[in-house]
């Protein structure tokens, strides 16, 4: 395996289930992120982990929660979404230097299709 | 607040050039990135500008003009495998990417 990889690849939940995307990456990178990824509008970053420290955009509802249990692993669980949450969901890794002063660049996955029925 | 615009959908035929715009507004400048984006694909990484200028990479080439906040993507020698979202995102002063919507670029024959 190589790069980040993503599972599940579609994902379809009604509103009271509980599920969970998964993401690992092979790339020794120490930053992980969850991005959403609708129609026609730019990705909303959820969620960072950045030498495994947390930040997240304030506006995530708390329906969504980011596991990271290592440098490599991700979690996205799910419970109780809304329609309004189908979307992809991409996971990211980069490398990430203290001064933050190069590239940095994104290593995307191929994402989860999320459908809330 | 911050935004970052580019024109929702291109169409360009096979073998032509075509230039997509991007143009931001956004607190400070640490670079500026276009990613590629096949259709059920990931997104991936084509250029990064930080300094004023050219960069070439074969067949692609992004320009930046920091004092203009203006940015484009140039696609030469068109070929049907562009076809893809070109996604436009500027690295601003607290080092956090800003998004564009992206721009869908549809090849024809």
């Known amino acids: 395996e190589t790069g980040v990889t993503q599972t599940p690849r579609h994902l379809v939940m009604g509103m009271t289930n509980k599920k969970s995307l998964k993401c690992e990456q092979h790339?020794?990178?120490?930053?992980m992120y969850w991005y959403k990824q609708s129609a026609k509008k730019p990705l909303e970053l959820m969620f960072v982990y950045n030498f495994k420290e947390q930040t997240e955009n304030n506006s995530v509802p708390s329906r969504f929660s980011p596991e990271c249990p290592n440098s490599s692993h991700l979690f996205l669980h799910l419970h109780t979404l809304q329609p309004e949450d189908s979307a992809l969901y991409l996971c990211?890794?980069?490398?990430?230097?203290?001064?933050?002063?190069?590239?940095?660049?994104?290593?995307f996955g191929a994402g989860s299709r999320l459908t809330v029925l | 607040g911050q935004n970052i615009d580019q024109p929702t959908e291109m169409t360009a035929t096979e073998g032509a050039i075509v230039q997509i715009n991007c143009t931001y507004q956004?607190?400070?400048?640490?670079?500026l990135f276009w990613y590629q984006q096949h259709a059920g694909e990931a997104p991936t990484f084509l250029s990064y500008?930080?300094l004023d200028g050219l960069e070439e990479k074969g067949r692609f080439s992004s320009f930046l003009s920091r004092s203009k906040g203006y940015s484009y993507l140039l696609l030469k020698e068109l070929q049907m495998k562009d076809s893809a979202s070109y996604l436009c995102?500027?690295?601003?002063?607290?080092?956090?990417?800003?998004w564009g919507a992206g721009t869908k670029l549809i090849i024809k024959p």
């Open positions: 990211a890794s980069s490398q990430e230097d203290k001064s933050s002063s190069g590239a940095n660049v994104l290593t």
């Open positions: 995102a500027v690295r601003d002063s607290n080092y956090q990417l800003i």
């Open positions: 500008n930080v």
């Open positions: 790339l020794g990178h120490n930053a």
């Open positions: 956004t607190s400070g400048f640490n670079g």
